[in-house]
């Protein structure tokens, strides 16, 4: 299970959130004026506690309904701390969950991942059987699809498909959206229950060509829901808008939660919204301008040559968002812990793969390890930059040379050493995806760069001082690219 670093402390956020819907008393119920009474008292006198039901006990119990004004605010608490982690790491909730329509409100992208009308369209599709059924009734199938999903293309664009029609729905209900979720729940199933029943799909098979089938009945589906005019102008203003998102200047790639987690601080401290998208078989963050170029980040899988790594996923971000630059940013480990400090930003001025290794034997009679990989050089123009950068950015020293890098995790000092000596001593540090990024860049005219800061050294020590060490150097890491950004021209780097 990964934990997920928390960006902004959830009990602040959560005592602010709470005041403020305490202090908002329009259309409020009576009940709810006195559940609102409750909070502020508390707050009042919560000193340094964490908010939990606990401290809203004895004002409650004082109150002119108790026990509905304890129900009022554990059901406020709990909307209040969904809404905190939603914004924490940008996701959202499903809607539509019976018994759970409460927190419907606090959605950010109804209808997208609404159950019943998702369920609707499954019905449509003839994909409800499986769906309605215990899950254990058709294990082998859900664990073959979890374990393969990443490879298959066809889920993609099912998954795609299936975005753009319930936004296109959305658009074209859009004033009945807006006043009201259930009608427009409604509304739009009933739509989808004519066009499932006009095209009568039998329920599917649970085989390879599942998702070939889905998505040539989904194209069925598009295609009747398309004579109506609304319907296809709501579609093609969809796509559309689609296609202008997917145009980017800078594309910024991370392996972990804390360099994502860096990024995103980095990004808000700014101004930016930052705003989740899914495109190319791949969930993305659009950082919105930042001084003037349009950024979007990615979250790769540990690795290069993975499911789902930094090779796979940056040719797939390439050809969706068409980025000019590629800056894959983050946390290495150094080579060096009497020259370097933790911290250290580094910048590959080259990148070698320790991978490819041909294991001989030397004139001794010793094994002998020589790396057959290229030494591949990363942009000039963004090393340029990046150089310039260093001279009016001081958090940190930075070290322009050359990274090695590979998929395994080196965490011992003879490995580490052994490593140096066959790469000619130059190496400044490592980490573990720039090589894939190497051979995804090789097939695209796009600039990239890797930019990492040392947290350990790779000594057999790591989980020293660990989470301290990754934070500080995934936040100089970040900090660095975003003073490169800052001094970048608006109009992008002449080419």
């Avoid at 924490?88 to 109804?110: E, P």
């Avoid at 999903?149 to 074209?172: D, H, I, K």
């Avoid at 998505?215 to 319907?231: A, C, P, Q, T, Y």
């Avoid at 890098?405 to 790469?423: C, P, T, W, Y």
Wanted: net charge neutral.
């Amino acid at each position: 299970m990964s934990i997920i670093p928390k960006s902004s402390s959830a009990t602040y956020s959560l005592a602010q959130s709470l005041s403020s819907w305490g202090n908002d008393t329009e259309r409020s119920t009576e009940r709810e004026l006195d559940a609102k009474k409750v909070v502020l008292e508390s707050l009042t006198r919560r000193e340094d506690r964490a908010v939990t039901a606990a401290i809203f006990a004895a004002a409650g119990s004082r109150s002119l309904h108790p026990e509905s004004a304890i129900g009022i605010v554990r059901r406020q608490i709990s909307a209040e701390y969904t809404r905190h982690f939603m914004s924490t790491i940008n996701s959202d909730i499903a809607t539509g969950v019976r018994g759970l329509g409460f927190f419907d409100s606090i959605s950010r992208g109804f209808p997208e991942f609404d159950v019943q009308i998702l369920m609707g369209l499954a019905r449509a599709l003839g994909i409800v059987r499986i769906l309605e059924q215990d899950w254990e009734t058709y294990r082998s199938f859900w664990e073959s699809f979890y374990y393969r999903r990443s490879a298959n293309e066809g889920f993609f664009v099912f998954l795609e498909e299936t975005q753009s029609l319930m936004l296109a729905l959305a658009r074209m209900f859009a004033d009945i959206k807006l006043q009201s979720a259930p009608s427009f729940r409604i509304l739009t199933n009933q739509t989808l229950e004519r066009v499932g029943s006009y095209l009568s799909y039998g329920d599917v098979n649970l085989d390879d060509g599942l998702f070939e089938t889905l998505n040539s009945r989904m194209r069925s589906i598009v295609d009747r829901l398309s004579n109506s005019h609304e319907f296809r102008n709501s579609l093609e203003f969809v796509k559309s808008e689609r296609n202008m998102r997917s145009s980017y200047d800078f594309l910024l790639i991370v392996a972990t939660e804390i360099e994502r987690s860096s990024v995103f601080d980095k990004a808000r401290e700014i101004g930016n919204k930052i705003t989740p998208y899914f495109g190319g078989g791949r969930g993305y963050y659009d950082l919105g301008y930042i001084y003037g170029n349009r950024v979007a980040l990615v979250k790769v899988e540990m690795g290069s040559l993975t499911v789902g790594g930094s090779a796979t996923t940056t040719v797939r971000m390439v050809d969706q968002l068409n980025p000019r630059y590629i800056i894959m940013v983050g946390i290495a480990f150094g080579t060096n812990e009497k020259k370097q400090s933790i911290g250290t930003v580094l910048v590959s001025r080259q990148i070698l793969s320790y991978d490819q290794q041909r294991v001989g034997t030397d004139e001794k009679g010793d094994r002998e390890l020589v790396i057959r990989g290229d030494r591949s050089s990363a942009s000039p123009i963004l090393v340029s930059l990046l150089e310039t950068a260093s001279g009016v950015w001081n958090e940190a020293p930075v070290k322009t040379g050359l990274m090695l890098s590979g998929d395994k995790l080196v965490d011992n000092l003879d490995f580490r050493e052994q490593l140096k000596s066959i790469a000619g001593g130059e190496a400044i540090g490592g980490e573990m995806e720039g090589c894939g990024l190497v051979v995804a860049a090789s097939e695209s005219s796009a600039h990239w760069v890797v930019v990492k800061a040392i947290c350990d050294w790779a000594d057999g020590k790591k989980s020293t001082q660990k989470k301290s060490r990754q934070a500080l150097a995934a936040k100089n890491a970040v900090s660095f690219v975003f003073q490169a950004l800052r001094i970048g021209p608006n109009d992008g780097i002449t080419q």
